[in-house]
């Protein structure tokens, strides 16, 4: 299957044994289809979580 780059960009980043091990069960408990699925929520759902609350410094 194609990977459609107008849509998707490929990320790597390092990520401490202690968080993966949580991503897994949230994965699993949430019964997503991939770790990647899962990921995207997570990020999805703590940039929601941020952008609802005030900025700790207007001026950054």
Same mark, same amino acid.
């Given at each position: 299957?194609? /990977? ?7 990320k790597?980043?390092?990520? =401490?044994?202690?968080?993966v091990? +949580?991503?897994?069960?949230? +994965?699993?408990?949430? =019964?997503? =289809?991939? =770790?990647? @699925?899962? /990921? ?7 940039? @929601? ?7 700790? @410094?207007?001026?950054?």
């Open positions: 299957m194609a /990977i459609d780059t107008e849509k998707w960009a490929r790597v980043v390092l990520l =401490e044994h202690d968080l091990a +949580q991503v897994k069960k949230y +994965q699993f408990r949430n =019964e997503f =289809e991939s =770790e990647s @699925d899962a /990921i995207c929520l997570l990020v999805n759902a703590g940039l @929601d979580a941020v952008s609802t609350k005030a900025p700790a @410094d207007a001026g950054a």
